[in-house]
Structures are given as structure tokens and as C-alpha cells.
């Protein structure tokens, strides 16, 4: 059984930071692309950074979030982070971790969530 479980939200005052944390068990991790996405109410779910497998040496940010958030992985703990400075209130949302994998078919799994919110 796939699970992605994040951690890390909470409630943090603008130009802060917070770190998030996906720990993934069920796939075998380095072979995933993994990203971080975010929906806030009533909006659609947005990407906002991706970084791909094994070594990770290319990751990818949504516009709004380039130079203050920083996505990471670590194969050895099957884990993914973002690292997100700055904060302001438009970055408050459900943030979701996501993997991905695209062979003959897609493998993509999703967790459960955790809410980050930015007061003024």
C-alpha cells in the first residue's frame, strides 16, 4: 500500500518560514518524481515545485514561488522536502505531496494534505 504522509504545516506570520516534510512508504522512492502542490479555497490545485528522480538534479517552481521556496529529497529516508521562506499570505493553502511515474502507464499517488497558513 502506497502512502505519502506530509507534515510540517501550520500557521506562521507573513515572511516567515516553514519546512515541509513527505515521507513516502510503499514505492520504491527513487525511481518517483516528486513534487509539492496547493489549493487553496475555492481555487484549483496548483503545482509549485517538482524535483525528479534518483538524484534530483532537476527541480522545477511555480513563478510565485522561484527564489523562496526550495523543494530537496533524500533516497535514503524515501523522504521530500520544501523548504518555503518568505511566506505571505497568498501562499496559504493545503499543500499536497505528489509522486509520479510514467513508463507504459502513470503511476501517481498523492497525500492526505497539510495546511499552511500565512496571517497578515
Known amino acids: 500500500q502506497v502512502q505519502l504522509v506530509e507534515s510540517g504545516g501550520g500557521l506562521v506570520q507573513a515572511g516567515g518560514s516553514l519546512r515541509l516534510s513527505c515521507a513516502a512508504s510503499?514505492?520504491?522512492?527513487?525511481?518517483?518524481?516528486m513534487g509539492w502542490y496547493r489549493q487553496a479555497p475555492g481555487k484549483q490545485r496548483e503545482l509549485v515545485a517538482t524535483?525528479?528522480?534518483?538524484?534530483?538534479?532537476?527541480?522545477n517552481y511555480a513563478d510565485s514561488v522561484k527564489g523562496r521556496f526550495t523543494i530537496s529529497r533524500d533516497n535514503a529516508r524515501n523522504m521530500v522536502s520544501l523548504q518555503m521562506n518568505s511566506l505571505q499570505p497568498d501562499d496559504t493553502a493545503v499543500y499536497y505531496c505528489?509522486?509520479?511515474?510514467?513508463?507504459?502507464?502513470?503511476?501517481?499517488?498523492w497525500g492526505q494534505g497539510t495546511q499552511v497558513t500565512v496571517s497578515s
Open positions: 524535483i525528479t528522480s534518483d538524484s534530483g538534479d532537476t527541480t
Open positions: 510503499g514505492i520504491i522512492f527513487s525511481i518517483y518524481g
Open positions: 505528489n509522486a509520479y511515474r510514467r513508463t507504459f502507464r502513470v503511476f501517481e499517488y
